[in-house]
C-alpha cells in the first residue's frame, strides 16, 4: 500500500528525515511515534505530496508520489484523507456542509453528496448534528467531523496526525474506538503520527520510531512495548509518575495474574515491595499486564536474579531520581 525506501528531506541545512525505511500493508494501523520536532508530521505529509522530499523513494500504491503531476496529487490525495490536531474544520459553516465540502469540490451530484454525507455522520455518530455550527461542538464532535470529512471521497488510507493531541482521555478514547472500528468495517488503512503511548498501544499494529528524523525502532507494537529499546522506554515512561529509589517495570501476558507474581516473589525472597503502578493495558487485539514495583537497594540484586529465573520481561525504569543509573542489566 505504502513503500518507502531511504527517503531524505532537508529544510535548508536541516536534514529532517534521514534515510527511512517503512512499508504499511493494506488494512493495516501503522504509528509513526516520537516526540515533538522528531519529524513525524514531515513524514507524514511526505505520504500524500504536501511535501516534496530530497532523495529516495515513496510509493503510494506503486506510484512514486514526486512523480505526480499537480492535478495527478489532488486525484492521490483524494484518495487518503487527512485528519488533524486542530480538526481544520470551517467554523462559519455547520456539521453537514464541513463534510459536503470535499464531495462538492469534486462535483458529486447534490443528491449523492445528501445521501452519503448523511452515511457518514451515520458512521462517526453524529446524525443529529448535522445542522449544527461548528463551535457549538466538544473538541470530540468536532474530530469526529473531521474524521467523517476525511472519509467523504472514499479513501483508500486515512492520515492523522496527532489526531486526539487536543483531547481528554475519554474522548481520546472514543475517537481511538472510532478509528479502530472504521479501520475494521472499511479496511481502511490507517497511518498515524502521535507522541502519545495511549494511541499507538491501543491502535497500532505496528510502529516505527523516530528521533532527530532517524529511525529509532520499527516492528510490531506488541514486541516493541514488550522489550522497548532505549528511545522507546522513555517515551513509556514518561507516561508514569515515579516514586524516588529503583522502579522495574514487569510485563507480563494477561492470562498471569499480577498478584500471583507479586505475592510469589515476596514470598520466595521474604522482601516487601512497593507497588507503584499496575494496570491491564488494552493492546490491537490482546490484553498485557504492566506492573512498577519500587525496590529498596539492597534488595535490588536479588529482586533482579529472580526475575531472570522466572523469564519475566522487565526492565529498569528511568527516574531523574535513580540513585544507582549505573545498573543497568543486561535484558
Ligand atoms: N516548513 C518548514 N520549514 C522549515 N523547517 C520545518 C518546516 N516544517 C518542519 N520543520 C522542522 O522540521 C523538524 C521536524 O518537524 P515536524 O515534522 O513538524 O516534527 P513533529 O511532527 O515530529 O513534531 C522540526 O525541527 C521543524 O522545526
Ligand atoms: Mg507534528
Redesign the pocket.
Known sequence: MIKITNLYKN??P?T??SDINMHVAPGEIFG?V????????????CLNGL?GYDSGSVKIMDREVKDFSRDGLLELRSEMGMVFQTFNLMSRKNVFENVAFPLQIWKHPTAHIQERVMELLALVGLESKSHERIGNLSGGQKQRVGIARALALNPKILLC??ATSALDPKTTGSILDLLDDINQRLRLTIVL?T?QMEVVKRLCHRLLL?DG?VTQAMGQTEDLFLSPPENLKKLIDEDYMLIPGINIRLMFPRNVSQDSIVTRMARELGVDFSIVGGKLERYHDDILGFLIINVQPEHLERTIGYLKKQKLHWQLMEDGNNPYPHVAPEV
Open positions: 529544510f535548508g536541516q529532517v528525515l509513526i516520537g516526540h515533538s520536532g522528531a519529524g513525524k508530521s514531515t513524514l507524514l505529509r511535501e496526525d496527532e503520527v507522541h523516530l528524523g
